[in-house]
């Protein structure tokens, strides 16, 4: 086993050079100067074709760009194929629950579900597709919007403070949205997500190919002190509960889960010409399932979804690093 282990973080490592490469030149200060002119310039020349929004959806822009997260639901949305989308949600869950009864996932502190149980169920990867959510996620950006498809997580409480349940931000793009959907009610001991809003020494600088990944300990070493009110959201609710946030600009993670397993839908998005492409596309898809997936779709919807195919050839070549 530990030799396994050992290979697997080889091949994991060689995979992540080219990736990690192009970072560093990304990097270079006058490289980096000159991609953050042009990105604030892109998003000056988008600000007029920004489109209009509902009093909803103009709270939501505002949560994520005062705090970086804005909590509502599934009922106050109000999108269409919803019921569809949680009929099979809450089933392929209950599955993968009954899974973890039975010990399959004994030593596992997170389970993706697989690409195809959600080809049988496409609404699942569509339902983010609709207007209204683009909308808010196109305004808060500032620019056309790509969508990388989800991540579909089974968490088992196991109170480990492991990979994504460490304070982390991800490096896809300048900014970024997540919306998430429980399918469990989440308390404090059920694994919720937490936004940190305070910085620290070090917080925007990224160390090899991350910010740094701390855990609760390290995090309040870091700060000087504990915790205090104000200082996280930690994103409760019930089943249904939609969390809008931006896992780019803020420190984030999934909270050790102890209490109960629980599962919820993780809906990515980004621009359409991301900072690091290399980082994205971490999802379980193949690239014929994708097309499979945007074929019959809006144009708007085929092209948030087929994004990577109108990457410059440089950007495109690089391949994508292994999570």
């Given at each position: 086993?530990?030799?396994?282990?050992?290979?697997?973080r080889a091949l994991r490592r060689i995979r992540s050079l080219p990736a990690e490469t192009a970072l560093r030149v990304l990097g270079i200060p006058a490289i980096s100067r000159r991609?953050?002119?042009?990105?604030?310039?892109?998003?000056?020349?988008?600000?007029?074709?920004?489109?209009?929004?509902?009093?909803?959806?103009?709270?939501?822009?505002?949560?994520?760009?005062?705090?970086?997260?804005?909590?509502?639901?599934?009922?106050?949305?109000?999108?269409?194929?919803?019921?569809?989308?949680?009929?099979?949600?809450?089933?392929?869950?209950?599955?993968?629950?009954?899974?973890?009864?039975?010990?399959?996932?004994?030593?596992?502190?997170?389970?993706?579900?697989?690409?195809?149980?959600?080809?049988?169920?496409?609404?699942?990867?569509?339902?983010?597709?609709?207007?209204?959510?683009?909308?808010?996620?196109?305004?808060?950006?500032?620019?056309?919007?790509?969508?990388?498809?989800?991540?579909?997580?089974?968490?088992?409480?196991?109170?480990?403070?492991?990979?994504?349940?460490?304070?982390?931000?991800?490096?896809?793009?300048?900014?970024?949205?997540?919306?998430?959907?429980?399918?469990?009610?989440?308390?404090?001991?059920?694994?919720?997500?937490?936004?940190?809003?305070?910085?620290?020494?070090?917080?925007?600088?990224?160390?090899?190919?991350?910010?740094?990944?701390?855990?609760?300990?390290?995090?309040?070493?870091?700060?000087?002190?504990?915790?205090?009110?104000?200082?996280?959201?930690?994103?409760?609710?019930?089943?249904?509960?939609?969390?809008?946030?931006?896992?780019?600009?803020?420190?984030?993670?999934?909270?050790?889960?102890?209490?109960?397993?629980?599962?919820?839908?993780?809906?990515?998005?980004?621009?359409?010409?991301?900072?690091?492409?290399?980082?994205?596309?971490?999802?379980?898809?193949?690239?014929?399932?994708?097309?499979?997936?945007?074929?019959?779709?809006?144009?708007?919807?085929?092209?948030?979804?087929?994004?990577?195919?109108?990457?410059?050839?440089?950007?495109?070549?690089?391949?994508?690093?292994?999570?």
């Amino acid at each position: 086993m530990k030799q396994t282990t050992l290979r697997y973080r080889a091949l994991r490592r060689i995979r992540s050079l080219p990736a990690e490469t192009a970072l560093r030149v990304l990097g270079i200060p006058a490289i980096s100067r000159r991609l953050s002119g042009a990105y604030e310039a892109a998003r000056a020349s988008h600000q007029p074709r920004l489109p209009q929004l509902s009093q909803l959806e103009m709270d939501i822009v505002a949560g994520l760009n005062t705090n970086g997260v804005h909590i509502t639901s599934l009922e106050k949305l109000g999108l269409p194929d919803t019921d569809a989308l949680w009929r099979s949600a809450t089933e392929i869950a209950a599955a993968y629950a009954l899974r973890a009864a039975n010990g399959e996932f004994d030593g596992e502190y997170t389970v993706q579900v697989g690409a195809d149980d959600m080809m049988r169920h496409p609404h699942i990867v569509r339902w983010p597709l609709n207007d209204r959510i683009l909308n808010i996620v196109e305004t808060y950006l500032g620019l056309p919007v790509a969508y990388d498809t989800l991540n579909f997580f089974y968490t088992v409480a196991d109170g480990r403070q492991i990979a994504a349940r460490r304070w982390h931000r991800d490096v896809e793009d300048w900014r970024m949205v997540k919306v998430v959907v429980y399918l469990h009610d989440v308390d404090m001991d059920t694994g919720p997500l937490e936004i940190l809003h305070r910085s620290f020494s070090g917080s925007d600088a990224l160390d090899g190919a991350n910010y740094p990944i701390l855990t609760q300990e390290m995090l309040e070493q870091r700060l000087g002190r504990t915790l205090e009110d104000g200082d996280v959201t930690t994103c409760t609710g019930r089943a249904g509960t939609v969390i809008f946030t931006d896992v780019a600009t803020h420190y984030h993670r999934g909270r050790p889960a102890s209490a109960r397993d629980r599962c919820a839908l993780f809906y990515n998005f980004f621009s359409r010409n991301p900072l690091r492409p290399f980082f994205c596309e971490r999802h379980v898809f193949s690239r014929e399932q994708l097309s499979e997936l945007a074929a019959g779709q809006a144009a708007r919807a085929r092209h948030c979804m087929l994004w990577r195919s109108n990457l410059p050839l440089l950007a495109r070549i690089v391949p994508t690093a292994p999570l």
